[in-house]
Each structure stands twice: as C-alpha cells, then as structure tokens.
C-alpha cells in the first residue's frame, strides 16, 4: 500500500496564460471583494515573479508587496500598472 501525500494548491502555478488571468480577475471582480482581488493580483504577481513585476511596472518590490496586502487601498494607476503589465486590460460591459 503505498501513502498518500497531500500538497498545499497553489493557484500561481496555473496562472501562466493571460486568458487563464483575465477569466480569473473576470471571476473576482464579478463575485468577489476588493481584499480579494487584491489576493488575487498578489497571487498573478506571485505567478510572474515580483522582481519582473517590479520592473515592468516602474514600481518597487517593496510597493508591491504592500499593494496585494489585505485591507490596502492602492491607487488605481497602480493597479492599472499591474494590470498593463500582466497583459491583461479592464472592461466595464452593461
């Protein structure tokens, strides 16, 4: 009988196309909360890696850390920044 061996889900490891990403915020933004989708952004940049986050951005590591934290409340060109940099753009549909 061999064990069983439980691993942690780490969404970041399927966040690897940008269609995967945009239907993820799409999900969040629909259903979720602004600490979510904080959660979220952390979770693609996680993904991406922060040190080329922070390049693509023009942001620093330590800004970024701070702007996926809950409860922060980040500018929207900062998050306009990541979101540019993840390939991905906002769409507002009635």
Known sequence: MSKLEIT???IAQ??????VIAEYL?????DGSTDELLEALGNIAKAKGMS????DTGLGRESLYKTFQKGTKPK?????KVLDSFGVKMQVLA
Not at 26 to 30: D, E, M, R, T, V
Not at 52 to 55: F, P, Y
């Open 76 to 80: 929207f060109e900062t998050i306009k």
């Open 14 to 19: 399927y966040l690897d196309d940008k269609e």
């Open 26 to 30: 799409s999900q969040i933004l629909s």
């Open 8 to 10: 942690n889900f780490d």
């Open 52 to 55: 080329q986050l922070a390049k």
